[in-house]
């Protein structure tokens, strides 16, 4: 079940983003519980991964309002009423989340060491030795501990894009966005990407809102699936609902396109 607004991590009312005259997001309402793990499937252009950008404020809402556990998020009170949110107000927000990206973003002139432990030492205020030892403990979890003292560009894009899970990890968030994290990997290292994936979905209670192609991959770490289409959600349910006795015709057509193009 969709949790109550009351009990809810993430709420999104009424959501609308525009970018010119194109409307991106129409109206969006949706929720997400502490600890649970939504994935968004549909299209391209369907509005998932503008949903991502607003969670790490790249970029405005147009419209509604976007709460993170009980506080205003996309907005901030002002004497009774809510207005845009500053740089500094969004900024001490930003950092209960985390993103990992399609593309890996890492500084490719740090080492993996530095990639984990600059920003925690330097957003967190933790120690170096603090930060090194998380650094150690995130990449034994990701399967590179004898990559600490590499370079990004020593890796191959699959060991690149679980630093850069790791390095999201190191930041304790609250929340976990995953952004299409396999889509530009060769095929035969995103097992390794989604195996790790499924580790943090088992072994903490960490939010996760991901946005993927990998239907077998929703179907194993989701607790609730939920179809776009055209800036709104057409279905949603369980993995066991949308995968195996879809209602819309637009989510059976669309798993079919994805199922038959081999994902």
């Known amino acids: 079940m969709p949790p109550s607004d009351a009990q809810a991590l993430i709420t999104f009312d009424q959501v609308v983003k525009r970018f010119g005259d194109l409307t991106v997001l129409d109206h969006l309402d949706f929720s997400v519980a502490p600890g649970e793990r939504v994935t968004l499937i549909g299209p391209s252009g369907s509005g ?31 004497g009774d009423r809510l207005v845009p949110a500053n740089e500094a107000y969004l900024s001490a927000r930003r950092k209960r989340i985390g993103m990992v990206f ?41 399967g590179l501990s004898d990559k600490i003292d590499a370079h990004p560009t020593q890796l191959s894009g699959g060991q690149q894009q679980r630093v850069a899970i790791a390095r999201a990890l190191a930041m304790r968030p609250e929340i976990l966005l995953l952004d299409e994290v396999t889509s530009a990997l060769d095929p035969e290292l995103v097992a390794g990407v989604l195996d790790v994936l499924r580790t943090i979905a088992e072994t903490t209670d960490i939010t996760m809102l991901c946005v993927t192609h990998e239907m077998g991959f929703a179907r194993d770490v989701s607790h609730r699936v939920l179809m776009f289409d055209e800036g709104r959600i057409a279905e949603e349910g369980t993995p066991d609902e949308i995968f195996g006795d879809p209602r819309e015709e637009r989510t059976k057509s669309f798993l079919k396109s994805v199922l038959d193009n081999g994902h």
Do not use: Y
């Not at 890996?104 to 205020?125: I, S, Y």
């Open 48 to 78: 998932k991964t503008t949903i991502l950008r607003l969670l790490m404020t790249l970029e405005r809402v147009t419209e509604g309002t976007i709460m993170v556990e009980g506080e205003p998020f996309s907005h901030m009170p002002r």
């Open 102 to 142: 399609q593309q890996f973003n890492l500084f490719p002139n740090m080492t993996v060491r530095k990639n984990l432990t600059e920003a925690p030492v330097h957003v967190l205020k933790l120690s170096r030795a603090e930060a090194d030892a998380r650094a150690e403990e995130l990449l034994e979890l990701v």
